[in-house]
């Protein structure tokens, strides 16, 4: 495993940071001041925006107040810097375009999705003729509203004395990175970066230390992420930036079937379950003060009964769209949502094609791959020294989740020691546990027929080694397979990954659930507390671009799964039986 290492030094010269190249800078003007507009990365600091734009650290904060208790990722802040040179509207998003040769006004303005009107209107005189070199303001122009409240819609606040500490951070290089990524991840220049190490080219390779200088804002510990390789870093996409709005417009779209009385019931059941915990969102959203129309539409499961509920100028002006429940609509949805640029949640799972190219998409519940991949990371931080044996389902509906743990077994192995992974067969597993001492069985099925031949041979098997101490890891649909008794559930503590967990016995459940009872009547089931945290939290976070401290029933994580892609959830819980009950042993992250 790799650590990151904080040591602290004398003292760096004023010029260690020198500010970056501003071709690639987007602008922003409200109240007639002009501000960068910064979107974060994983590895950003204060100190580095400070350093970067040259702006004093206190107008910083006094134009982004919380930035000085840590720079959250993919977060977007606006520096102050000074007054606006023209009069335009608040809000209005600009970009300066150096010309270069050959280019016109037609061509810059098609490349940055504006109006040849609007140059013209913002730089008088280029009708007569671009010159290479010249700067032109090329005002863009976002086609959805949203994210994040205005600067000055944001409460006055009394900025933070705030001091800085010098620091080094010693960070090995990974696979595919260059002196570049690592620079611009941590807002170091290049140059900086190879006079601190002493080297004498840019080149650098897998496995080598860099010591990195950083400044260290006193307000609260800097929190340092590992660097993603170079493909994992998305650039962001400055169309993805959506002005705020005083009233937003949300849809829910959930298939209650009332105009088909032959219906899945079971779906209507969902469907009707999830709307309660969405009112309960709703209420929660209002008392904060968010002013929102939010529309639950009876939605057909058909394609064209779908298109003709989509194709109205009612859904086209939504700023978010939650739903539909499943996955064959949410496809549908998906796709018009990509069209039109609207951000749409899927509340439930969903085909992954659907994220592919697709930057407006958001899946909030993990995949069954990604939950075998965290639990592959659990057996590796947590079974180092046991005999861990991997066993073939041996059947294709199953295959995708034995590849998706061998996979990410075999890479987190590398990093850690090289840890053993036995695979094995059905048939001939058992011939590996170990007859005294710890052995971890894993077994990624979901065919109930195999696994109670599976726990009916493990026990077999253990009967004649009473010193074997073995730990099962399955999957999650084994909840719902009452043959495999409680007994055999604790003996050799099951364990699998969830996207999920209902834990009544929770602080935050339990307030949740007195606010369904007074609300409905009724006791809170898993589809209910599901809808809340999903409403409640991609609204919070889209559309108020504010913090939620914890979720009910869920753990949110949400990462681009390829360059120009959606976001998937990367967290999920790991559950495992104890005593006859089942446990969260903690939530984990891929």
Known sequence: MKYFILVCVLAFSKGMFAQVDTKDWVYEYSNGKKYAVHIAQAGNTLWGI??????????????????????????????????????VQSGTIVREHVVEKGETAFSIAKKYNSSVDDLLKYNPGIDKGLKVGQVLKVIITPTTETIPPKQADKPAVTAPSITFTDTVLVYEVKTSETLYTISKRFMVPVNELQKFNNLKSSNIKSGDVLRIPLKKENVKQVQIREVQPKEDVRKVDE??????????????LLSFGLNDKSGNSALKNLATEFYMGVELAADSL????????????????????????LN???????????????????????RWCGQQKIRMVCPSACNSSLLKSNPYIYASVTTDMTQQEVLAKYTIDQFKTAQIILINPGNSKDQELFDAYRKRFIELSKKNGNIKLIEAKLSDFTTFIRKSGESVVVF?????????????????AVGKSPNADVTVLGVKEWGGFDDVS???????????????????????????LRLYRKKFRADMNKAGAHGFDVVYYFTKTLLMKE???????????????????GYENQSCFILKHEDYQLIRVGVFYE
Do not use: C
């Not at 209002?286 to 394609?303: H, M, Q, R």
């Not at 109205?312 to 998906?334: C, H, N, R, W, Y």
């Not at 939620?548 to 892609?565: C, P, R």
């Open 50 to 87: 400070h350093t970067t734009y040259n702006v004093p650290v206190d107008d910083i904060v006094a134009a982004n107040p919380g930035i000085e208790k840590g720079v959250k990722e993919g977060y977007r802040y606006l520096i102050p810097l000074g007054g606006a040179d023209m009069k």
């Open 239 to 252: 169309t993805l930036i959506f002005k705020s709005k005083t009233k937003y417009n949300i849809a829910v």
């Open 286 to 309: 209002e008392k904060l003060g968010f002013d929102a129309t939010i529309k639950v539409i009876d939605i057909p499961l058909d394609s064209i009964g779908i298109m003709k509920v």
């Open 312 to 334: 109205t100028a009612e859904m086209k002006g939504m700023d978010l769209i939650f739903g539909p429940l499943v996955p064959q609509s949410a496809d549908i949805v998906g």
């Open 444 to 460: 990624p099925s979901r065919d109930k027929g195999n696994v109670i031949s599976f726990i009916n041979s493990l026990h077999k």
């Open 486 to 512: 409680g007994y055999y559930k604790t003996k050799y503590k099951i364990t699998w990954a969830s996207s999920s967990d209902l834990n009544y016995s929770l602080p935050d459940t339990q307030t949740l």
């Open 547 to 565: 913090d939620v401290s914890s979720e009910v029933i869920n753990a949110f994580d949400l990462k681009a799964v390829t360059t120009g892609g």
